[in-house]
């Protein structure tokens, strides 16, 4: 593959390619979402702060996960090219600064893509490309692990979404009410969506197991200090009022009412005000 490389003192050091079952929309959406990178990538990101943000890419300052200090803080440039189908990935500022990233798609169906990225990276002696280009490939193989896992979920919540019609909204008995206690926390689908029941300071609560913002699933994220963290961005709830504890305008969705009959436990729906 031929490419124009802006950075002339680049050397090209490998390259890394993956096949997805995803669409070419969650890949570009996956491209432009800087903010997941401190939270679904905490392995590799410990920050970031935005710059810039368009259609056309970001541009932020991000500290490794690695770093010693905040001041080894660098600056990247993701700009995003729709026509070419691909995104080139810039440091503009500090460690790595002048290595570029260079991802293609190529598209096989409506959700099978497979991606290529090239690294191209300056001040790299000859000797030392097959390591560094293997650090590279290490690297983007774990960032896509995570990355393909977000974007098959999303893809599954948005498609579970879509055929929800003429949804039974019946109350439903979940069961005897010692039993329920002693398998919390409870997890049920109730009127097409996923919810856990808890105890938080001694009284019953029903949350929901999907965030609001892009659909991330809480079914792995524990209360602490009566919130949930999305894993996703990062995104906090409080499970009592749904609001977001983290400015975002977004809040979990009003839960079903539990019932007690007769020793049992029931849900229906809330009441609209």
Known sequence: MSLNVASASA??????????AVSLDRMYE?????????????GSFASIELIDAGDWGWRAALVSAHASEQADAFIIELSLDRTHRRW????????GAGSEIWTHVFEYGSRDIAIQADFFVPGVALDQKARVGASYQKLYQGLYDEDE??????????????SQKNLDSKPLDLGALESVR???????????QSWRLIQERDELLVHSLTCP?????????????????CPWHGYRFDVRSGRCATGQTCSLPAPPVLVRRGGRL???AAISS
């Open 30 to 42: 996956n491209a432009l979402d800087w903010a997941h990178l401190p939270f679904l990538h905490q």
């Open 11 to 20: 050397l090209w050091v490998g390259s890394y390619q993956r096949r997805m």
């Open 149 to 162: 896992a977000m974007m098959l979920g999303r893809q599954a919540a948005l498609d579970q979404r879509g």
């Open 182 to 192: 002693a398998s919390l926390p409870f997890d049920f689908e109730f009127n097409g």
């Open 266 to 268: 029931e849900v229906m």
């Open 88 to 95: 080139i990935s810039s440091t503009l500022e500090g460690p």
């Open 213 to 229: 913002h892009q659909l991330g699933s809480f079914a792995d994220v524990a209360v602490i200090d009566g919130t949930i963290t």
